[in-house]
């Protein structure tokens, strides 16, 4: 088991930028995953970025990519999001989650997560 908080949600307006974390209770530990997931209201939750870590390997919604970059820092337990260029459709309640391996490799499916954390609220306006 595994405890994941997450922080570094506010409001920004739109091409702003932000960063996540997401603390977690212990060393996620190689060839596990985490990844960041969102829910905007009214919307299914969905897949924003993940990396499998030891080989940090990532990947990304099309929607973000090439503005969003996900992290880890093993030594902190911390994995980020950095999230640049906000738009509008970027607000939602951010989610960390992470699937205890040995993985493949990176996976944005939610349905494969175990832990979750609770929640930052990112709210980008005009």
């Known amino acids: 088991q595994v405890q994941l908080v997450e922080s570094g949600g506010g409001s920004v307006q739109a091409g702003g930028s932000l960063t996540l974390s997401c603390v977690a209770s212990?060393?996620?530990?190689?060839?596990?995953?985490v990844g960041w997931f969102r829910q905007a209201p009214g919307k299914e939750r969905e897949g924003v970025a993940s990396?499998?870590?030891?080989?940090?390997?990532?990947k990304y919604a099309d929607s973000v990519k090439g503005r969003f970059t996900i992290s880890q820092d093993n030594a902190k337990n911390t994995i980020y999001l950095q999230m640049y260029r906000l738009k509008l459709e970027d607000t939602g309640l951010y989610f960390c989650?992470?699937?205890?391996?040995?993985?493949?490799?990176?996976?944005?499916?939610?349905?494969?997560?175990?832990?979750w954390g609770q929640g930052t609220q990112v709210t980008v306006s005009s």
């Open positions: 990396i499998l870590i030891g080989p940090d390997v990532t």
């Open positions: 212990k060393n996620i530990g190689t060839r596990n995953l």
């Open positions: 989650a992470a699937r205890p391996g040995p993985v493949a490799g990176p996976d944005l499916a939610l349905t494969h997560y175990a832990f």
